[in-house]
């Protein structure tokens, strides 16, 4: 089975502060992705990654940078974590998409709950 | 915009009883459309994935169905237990032109009942 390991299950951090979350997948998955959950809002794309040292801004980037040096870590960073960063994030990872068929299936980390106080 | 609206969104139901979630989305065009399964405090699993040209795809007690030409799913669980207690989330990957892009719904909470 794929797993998806993400570093931390709960972290605490305060206002200000440089945030490390780290996510590792097994199966040799090109594509990985940080989104982050709220309630009421569902998940958001924060940044994805097709390959090593590649990184495209989704959604919501703002706030957040990553670092893909191998394929198997994916690392999210918060230069300056902020209060509104307080959230759930999770790590996905999946094969490349094969041209006409749009049918990997993304595997989920377990999360991480961040609160920035 | 693409949207994906889920309903209700939440739900609670006695154990053993059937109950049916229903996705709405405006992502045109579209190449599939999933389900998933998110336990409290976890990731989201992948339940069904189906592409435009499926009408129904089964996962033991789920079954999703899918109309393109109405742009509705519904997820039905048939003789819930509690371990279906969960949040259940629709997502419609967009085609090419979109970069397959992943549109998520807000997820309908299930609450399986003693």
């Known amino acids: 089975d794929v797993k998806v390991t993400q570093s931390s299950r709960y972290l605490v951090k305060r206002t200000g502060e440089k945030v490390f979350l780290e996510c590792v997948q097994d199966?040799?998955?090109?594509?990985m992705f940080w989104y982050r959950q709220d309630p009421g809002l569902g998940l958001r794309l924060i940044y994805f990654?097709?390959?090593?040292?590649?990184?495209e801004k989704g959604d919501i980037p703002e706030g957040y940078s990553v670092s893909r040096e191998k394929k198997e870590r994916f690392s999210l960073i918060l230069e300056s974590a902020s209060t509104n960063q307080t959230s759930m994030y999770l790590c996905?990872?999946?094969?490349?998409?094969?041209?006409?068929?749009?049918?990997?299936?993304?595997?989920f980390g377990s999360g991480t709950q961040l609160s920035v106080l | 915009k693409n949207q994906v609206e889920q309903s209700p969104q939440s739900l609670i139901i006695l154990e053993g009883k059937n109950c049916t979630l229903q996705?709405?989305?405006?992502?045109?065009?579209?190449?599939?459309l999933r389900w998933y399964k998110q336990d409290t405090g976890r990731g989201p699993v992948s339940l069904t994935i189906?592409?435009?040209?499926?009408n129904t795809k089964s996962n033991g007690r789920y079954t999703a169905t899918l109309d393109a030409d109405t742009k509705q799913s519904s997820l039905h669980i048939t003789a819930s237990q509690l371990s279906d207690s969960a949040s259940y989330i629709c997502?419609?990957?967009?085609?090419?032109?979109?970069?397959?892009?992943?549109?998520f719904g807000k997820g309908t909470s299930l609450l399986v009942t003693p």
């Open positions: 996705c709405n989305y405006t992502v045109s065009p579209f190449s599939n």
């Open positions: 997502v419609v990957s967009g085609d090419s032109n979109s970069g397959y892009a992943l549109n």
């Open positions: 996905a990872s999946s094969i490349q998409v094969l041209m006409g068929t749009a049918d990997e299936k993304l595997f």
């Open positions: 990654s097709y390959d090593v040292k590649m990184k």
């Open positions: 189906m592409t435009f040209s499926e």
């Open positions: 199966m040799d998955h090109e594509n």
